[in-house]
């Protein structure tokens, strides 16, 4: 099954679930978690099942296309539903066997890991899914988003997609993956790798990242004024992003980088926030 | 409960999704704990029993009678002559008329009987009481009710004979269906009766008893390394976790890649166990062997794909960790120790290189005091305190902070160090548990108990002294480390003396550090006394070698044995007892301690033989002091024991005479200066 082939199987399986497949956002991004339809479809009562492929960037974690396992640069499958369906466990065990990992003939493992993201003053409670040992789905039972507990609760399915895919195809590097079209994961990515390294651990300008984290918090926090969350969420993403590129390039200490995500939060809860009360029915708001 | 009818037994299975593996048994113990707190009064019933896996939490309950106990319960109510709509009220609350009411002492009771439920009824509503009462390390909720538990509920069953206890608890309905591996069972089965429990839940391949998964576990281990010659490493912690890890235990047999054998045992076994969770196989002697067992959940068909997963997975791992090994060894120890000064130790304590220059101090004075009378190879002590800290900069300690010192030892003995100083570093934090090993070699001990001084000092100025029982600087187990390092190794060292000079390096600035060395020097002897109690010293035997015990802790411990052994002879209490008197009028005199008796001043017979038998007594007792004979020592100045208790039948100490009181409290001052070369009496507690 190439790569391409289990994105598609994914997207079926989880389209017959009755989940919208929705398409990548259009911002850099470290985790699919900061897709619109998970942060937004996280916050507020109404019912949310959603899927869709996300490419994310984690700066720090390029190796140059040297490392056949890292990635500076690379895909997760997401899945969000709220309310939890019944048996979502299995039905995710389902999921598995369609893009061919019969858990029957494998070590399935549910490793407590509890996730949480700092700059969202997000976190969940769940598991790694261990498949023979290897990591390949984070597996979160959302319990908080800007430090305030959700209600109702969603779950939070991200595949990782690369592991998968060599599992399947008995690869040992990232880059000998069949993606599809005639294509290696290599022809597609293997470049991109080497420049983005290069970018993040020397070239990238460090006083032009800086300002642009300080312009585009400030613009967030402008924008929140207007009571439009949806820009000013846009903030956030591109704060958090410069943030993880500055990172790498070793130019935040450690005092500082408390400093810098506690900026980001700051902001992503002030979104929240607002975005909550913009969706929430008044009168319901008035009668608790 | 003799009846013809037969007793039914009671099954809860609360079915989840997979928990951690540590929340499993203690969520058990208070199973059981509070199921029975919730019975017990309400309704007879027999033994109460728990087993379970990540997956279920399961409460047994025996032979339960059909219904609860009748009870009789009075309640008090208003005073006799309230006013009648007040007594009415009260009255009706209870069901009962106004005019039942029962008078007592002026006040009326209501007197309410009430029928034992049936079983049915006080389990029905037992359950949910009973879930809700447990504990999580972490709770979370993902339903509409809000139910708070460790995690997701997938069902529930309960049984009364063969009766099902119908109770929803966040949103899910009780039955009688049996919910075996996730994977593997086919169907739930469905349970006629409490007796059948375990055997549906085998069926579907779930070892439901933790005893049982766990021998499982053993002795599957066992098989599936035989073919290796070697053993699974028997690491409780990774077993009992794995017991709660999975609920049909299949080991699999996986081998190492040569190749990796060659990076550090202790990193390839941490590996194994902290990422993966498998058991490395050692040899008979604890050394690895090329192999590993991974724990699969389920059935061994198909092991072959399982293993070749494995062996992938661990692969990756040690890649990964052959690369941190190949940068960290890229430059040497040496070369990193400029990155120390970016690493913060304590905020007000300085860098860790700031720290490596204090320990090196420390470790200097003690080879210095140590000069004369146990000798250390000062050079190789000098440079090891220099390196001791360069692991923590390099990648491997940062991944697996567990391997300091151990990758310290490991890159020092690659960069050309010499055995005694790689050792050394390699050895700096032990002993790591109470029972772990010290330092091996006395350079070795010297650095290590540097470092421990150099972090208690550094503390204790900053104020990050432990109360009670937080003590988030472990700084219990430092002084423990420490105590145990000098009565090891023997170091004849005056810790209080060096106690103080790691105060006085340390960068906080204390107004009175004499007082703060006396409180450490306290908290140091709290771990000496505890350790001395462990081995079954008396608390009054520990509390008289206090005096001087830091100044040269293996004399104080030569000094307790020799206590102890003494202590036996049957005339002991009684001298104890002198002993006391002795110091309780020195007390009551307020003379200071060094008063010495000159014989030409003393006057009676018992003043000259009790001052002829301590001099005597003393000076024998010295000549054995000396050459650390003190069970000897204590012995000859016991032989005074007749010439003081004549010294007490004869005369009096506290005379008109001001001369002659002053020679005998001297006398008494002397004898009391003798025995504290051993021990202080005073403290000694008569047999009860």
Redesign the interface.
Known sequence: MTFQEIVLELQNFWSKQGCAIVQPYDLEKGAGTFNPATFFGALTSAPARFAYIEPCRRPADGRYGENPNRLGKYYQFQVIMKPVPNGITDTYQKSLKAIGLDPKKHDLRWIEDDWESPTLGASGVGWEVWLDGMEITQFTYFQQMGSMPLSPVSVELTYGLERIAMYLQNKNSVYDLDYGGGLTYGDLHKPQERELSRYSFETADVALLSRHFNEWEAEGKRLSEFGDPIPAYDCVVRASHLFNTLEARGAISVTERAHYIGRIRNLARKVMELYIDKHTPKETAASK | MAKNTKLNDFLLDIHT??F???FVPPALDQLKLNAAKMLDGKIEHGEIAVSGT?RHLVLSVKQVAFKGGDKTERFKGPKVGAPAPALEGFARKYGIEASALIPVDGILYAEVHSKGEPASVLFAAMIPELMKSLQFP?F?????T?FKFG??L?AITALLGDKIIPVTVAGVKSGRAVHGH???AKAPAVLKDPSKHAAALRQGLVIVDPAERRDYLLKSLAQATKSTGGVAEPDEALIDETVF??EHPVP?LGKLRDAHMILPAELLKLVMKKQ?K?FPVVTRDGLLHPYFV?V????SS?NE??R???Q???E?RF??AA?FVGRDSASTLESKLSQLERV?YQKALGSMSQKAARVSAIAAWISERLRQTAPVDEQAVSRAAKLVYADLVTDVVKEFPELQGHMGGVYARKDGESEKVALAVEQFYYPVAAKSPAPATAEGAVVSLAGKLDSLAGCFAAGMIPTGSADPYALRRQALGAIRIVLEKQLPLDLDEAIARAISLQPVANPEPAKLAAQLADFIWGRAQSLFEEMNYAVDEVRSIRSGALTNLPNAFLRLAALRAVRRDPAFDALAAAFKRASNILKQAKLSDGLIPDRALLRDQADFDLYDALVSAEGAANDRIVRGDFEGGLKTLVSVKPSLDQFFDKVMVMVEDEGLKKQRLALLSKLVRAFRLVADLAEIQAAA
């Not at chain 2, 979370?140 to 509409?144: N, P």
């Not at chain 2, 699969?296 to 059935?299: A, F, N, S, T």
Request: aromatic share 10%; no cysteine.
């Open positions: 999704e997979p951690p593996a540590r990540l972490k979370m909720t993902w339903e509409e809000g995690r997701p997938r996730p994977v593997l890890m999975v699999v993966l498998f991974g699969r959940d389920g059935l198909g794909l399982v070749a997963g494995y992938r997975v661990l990756a890649n990964d690369f913060t």
